[in-house]
Each structure stands twice: as structure tokens, then as C-alpha cells.
């Protein structure tokens, strides 16, 4: 009996540092992925302070010089004010914490548009369900990984996003009409495939990539919702 109950404590105490060791593994995978988000963002403003409203004050100022109509400067400098304004909410860490999924999604999409990186649209389909927020967290750094990918290399000309929130799934498409790639011949490393699975996987998600040369890639995220607030102690 007392070899049995030694033995017990044993298996019980190494599951509890498995489970302990996990746990701290998912919290250093957010944080990593929250550093990920910020620094993004803030590449992203760094651009359009240089580039975008950079180029709107120079146009202001040869319209100026120009004696263009005060109309025309006046909408110049109303178009950076509001870039400003846009901006200004994303330098705001407490609205990076605090947004959702989908808001989160949706300016991404917007700012495509915006300054026309690429043609974008976002579905949501079904009724919006709330998910752990440090789920959402390792969902929208996975999108930001393909959306980086689909604008610099697979010279896509459209971007297609849907949020489909099921009964007790939710699933998420990102797809391109890019360059696409074969997937059993193509070194994968360089555009963060592996990445991405095992983020997907950290939370209890899958992540699937379906993609062919000139015919574009999907990316598809499935996750159960009765796993809300899981992670894998298998990462």
C-alpha cells in the first residue's frame, strides 16, 4: 500500500509540473504574441507618419505654393487630420488591450483600403460569440502573419476574410488570390506556416493552408468552443 501510495504522489506530482510547465509556456507564447501585435502596429504607424501623411502635408504645402483654392487644401489637410485621428487610436495601449477579434480584424481590413495595399473584405457570418480574450490574441497574430505574407510576396490583388461563428465552432478563413505555392515542394519556413500551426495549436485550433501556384492561399482556423480558455500541454 505504501509503494502504491509512493507511486501515486509521484505520477501526481509530475503531472502537476507538466500542467504547471504548460501553463507558463501558453502565458510566454501571449506575451510574445502581444509584443508581436504592438510592434506591428507601430511599424504600421511609423509608415504612414513617414509615407502616408508625410506625402498629404507635402501636397498641402505645393498647393499652397501653387495658389490651388482654399477647397482644395482645406480637403488636404481635413484628410490628415483624420489619418491623425485613426492613428492616434492605435498609439493608445489600452484600445490595442481591450479590442475584440473582430474589431481588430475589421480596422486591419479597413487600413488595406484605406491606403490601397490590396482590395479586402470581412464576413462575419453567424452570431458573434465571445472567446477568451489571449485566444483572440494568438488568432489575430496568426492573421497579421498571413496578411504581412499576402501584401509582400504573394502579390495578391484581392483579400478575402469571414468570421464564422457556428453553434459550437468557430472558423476562420483568410484567403488570397496571390502566387500561391506548391505545398509539398515549397520550404514553407520562410512564410511562417510552422508558425502558425503551432500557434493555432497552443490554443486547441487547427490551422489548415490550402494553396496551388497562381491560384492563390487559404488559410482556415477551426476552433471549438467548448475549448474556451484551454491550452495545449502537448506545446
Known sequence: MISLFVL???RKNALLLKNEFAKKHFEQEISKAQIEIREETFRNISWELHDNIGQL????KIQLQSDSSINEVKGTLDKCIKELRILSKLINPD?????????????EINRFNRLNFIESQLTIKGQQIKIDSKIEIVFFRILQEFFSNTIKHAKA??????LDYQSDMLIIIAKDDGLGFDLNKQNHSGIGLT???SRAK??????TFTSEPNKGTKLTITYKLNHEGTYNSNC
Open 8 to 10: 501515486f504522489q509521484k
Open 57 to 60: 502635408l507635402t501636397l498641402a
Open 95 to 107: 484600445a490595442l488591450k481591450n479590442m475584440s477579434l473582430e474589431q481588430a480584424v475589421s480596422d
Open 157 to 162: 490583388t484581392h483579400l478575402d476574410v469571414i
Open 195 to 197: 508558425n502558425i500551426k
Open 202 to 207: 497552443l490554443v486547441n485550433a487547427s490551422a
